[in-house]
């Protein structure tokens, strides 16, 4: 009877370390992660649109426990807030995801891959690439943990590539609406896709990185429909995190070194039939390229791009530029 009893125990706790998913934490380094990131302990933290990571693995399930921060000072204007991420599977990223995620709560465990896949694939490891859909005002993700079940491994992912772009950018750097089915609809969180961009766009044909450090409606010395120069992209281009400016980015803090980075901003200082000076905005712009030089060096080559929404705004550009 007791020697039935051990068997019949053993065999549980067999059975129980059998169905133990094999777990890692967010900062294990076989996790390649592309943008600015913040990392507590063996969390790691980001809200800057575009970001995103790749991670490899075997087994039948890949599952990430993540948290989710909203910025807004009340609950009701936060519940309006959604964090969505584009997820590709063993596939070049493109502006078609495999699928589209929601990161929302605290210690929420999200499936990234349709076990339905894994079944029909042959590949005996599986890279994912999980890519920040929205921009930092809808939010910040935490990612504590990834899983896999008990007969599957993790393996280091892709490395940085060779080629690497950064962009500093506003609405058309993040993507903002592009998904909406016309022009003239209303803004929802849904609509925002950062790999529709020309960011994304030319990063991929270049088969290159890229980071975005961009924030719809910001500009160079005002915002979009303000003349209060309040966190302006000269300003937040020095943080970590997109909306906390207690976390200062310092360019040691990842092996992200950019071959160029793209300065596409303007439209929002010329926004509300508004036109800023002439000096402010040349001050503005030279902070701005003042901290990427700081970061890369007086070398490193600097493209800036104007919009058409006003003429002025190219001239402006042309005559600080020179």
Known sequence: MKKSLF???CLIAFSSLRL???TIPATDTRITYVGRTAVQGTDVSFDWTATYFRIAFSGKSLTMKASETKWDA???KAATRHNYYAVWIDSPTSAEPHRIIEVAGNDTVIELVDPAYLKKSRRAVHEVVVQKRTEGEQGKTTIHEFATDASGKFFPATSLKVRQLEFIGDSYTCGYGVDAPSRTDPFTDETENASRTYASIVSRYFDADYM???HSGRGICRNAGSNIPWEVMTDI???TIDRDSTTRWS???SAFRPDITVIYLGTNDFSSYMMPD???FRKGYMRLLSYVKENYGEDHPVLCVSSKSHSTL????????R
């Open 7 to 9: 068997l019949a125990l």
């Open 20 to 22: 133990m998913a094999e």
């Open 74 to 76: 009340t609950p009701e």
């Open 212 to 214: 975005a450090i961009a």
């Open 237 to 239: 281009y020095q943080y």
């Open 251 to 253: 360019v040691e803090q």
């Open 278 to 280: 002439y000096n402010k």
């Open 314 to 321: 190219l001239n402006y550009m042309r005559d600080m530029v």
